[in-house]
């Protein structure tokens, strides 16, 4: 049975029996005998611990206790009873039982019965001590509690995102993920934080913690934040949503005005990433270029600039052509004809396909 005893300072005498011994040295004097106690010499070594002492020594240690469980202490209302358990020193700021845990509690804020008295069960939440939730002492797990102002709180309970504790490893809701099989899924080594401070390594990958993404490294870099240049998405949700942006499909015909008041319709298909405008048989004033703007910014996300050629729109017949360029920059078309000495419309059939960083 655990207990924890209260000493009292005192002075202890022995009996005043000797025993009378013949000298063991000739003094000169017969009258001069040797006398030890009755039970022995005692012998004194080290320094004597005092009772004030003793009795802190006991209150920096840790009692480990039995613990029932009852339903006799309210409706609703999960109850601890510690076991032979004796306590002289009376309850002081500190006190620390351990237990194991009979029973996983039903209900919200449990209570520890101590005696006749019974006391609330706090866990540390952040900066705070709240009531101990249902479910959250778990049966057959090893717990530590320390009297603290009236109350008993957990000290070594399940780690939470927000509070320390034992960390419980599983794939459950309310469990961490060992970081070994963690790397193992991902199939690279965990750098940290990007938001931390310090070199993102090549072939790493990092946790955002604004977005709650994982990435890849791809180049060395000091960054707090995610630069698509530096970093490749690894996480499932955005790689899923760039494989549906690869079926996706979407196409729009319009009629654009140029710069210099030239009307011709264009249509715009965008499937996955690639990206697809053409025109059939427009007409192109006979000048070095002709400026279409105002193309729509659905085709033009993240697409690349390039270049295609026209040619003759009216199957053939004639020399037409010209250079198509596509400013995905400043969402514009810009059409280059072959200059005649004719003050003519060119007119130009075609294509020009690029594609889009997803």
């Known amino acids: 049975m655990p207990i924890i005893k209260k000493f009292k300072q005192g002075v202890y005498e022995h009996s005043n029996l000797f025993k009378i011994k013949n000298p063991t040295v000739n003094v000169g004097d017969n009258e001069v005998k040797e006398i030890t106690p009755f039970r022995g010499v005692i012998q004194q070594q080290g320094d004597v611990i005092t009772a004030e002492e003793h009795n802190e020594i006991q209150k920096n240690g840790t009692v480990f206790v039995t613990v029932e469980y009852s339903e006799n202490y309210g409706s609703g209302v999960d109850g601890y009873v510690i076991k032979n358990f004796i306590n002289e020193q009376g309850l002081f700021e500190g006190l620390k039982l351990k237990f194991k845990i009979p029973r996983t509690n039903i209900y919200e804020n449990p209570v520890i019965v101590l005696g006749t008295q019974t006391y609330n069960l706090k866990i540390v939440s952040g900066n705070s001590l709240i009531n101990v939730r249902k479910g959250e002492l778990n049966i057959n797990e090893i717990v530590n509690i320390i009297y603290c102002n009236g109350s008993f709180i957990l000290e070594n309970q399940i780690a939470?995102?927000?509070s320390r504790g034992i960390t419980k490893y599983g794939?459950?809701?309310g469990?961490?993920?060992e970081g070994k099989r963690l790397t193992e899924i991902m199939g690279l080594e965990f750098g940290g934080n990007i938001q931390d401070i310090g070199t993102k390594i090549t072939g790493k990958f990092y946790y955002?913690?604004?977005?709650?993404?994982?990435?890849?490294c791809t180049n060395n870099n000091d960054l707090t934040y995610v630069d698509v240049t530096k970093f490749k998405p690894i996480s499932n949700k955005p790689i899923s949503d760039r494989l549906e942006n690869l079926s996706s499909f979407k196409r729009e015909e319009i009629v654009l005005t140029s710069t210099d008041g030239q009307i011709a319709k264009f249509n715009f298909v965008a499937s996955g990433n690639v990206r697809i405008v053409w025109v059939i048989n427009i007409g192109i004033k006979n000048q070095y270029q002709t400026t279409f703007p105002n193309l729509p910014e659905w085709f033009?996300?993240?697409?690349?600039?390039?270049?295609?050629v026209l040619g003759n729109g009216t199957g053939g017949i004639g020399m037409d052509t010209a250079e198509f360029y596509l400013d995905i920059e400043n969402r514009s078309i810009k059409i280059f004809p072959q200059l005649t000495n004719t003050n003519i419309i060119?007119?130009?059939t075609g294509q020009c396909i690029t594609v889009a960083r997803i």
């Open 160 to 162: 939470s995102e927000n």
């Open 346 to 348: 060119h007119q130009l």
């Open 175 to 177: 469990t961490a993920l």
């Open 208 to 216: 955002d913690k604004s977005i709650k993404h994982y990435f890849e």
């Open 300 to 308: 033009c996300k993240n697409a690349e600039t390039t270049w295609s």
């Open 171 to 173: 794939t459950e809701s």
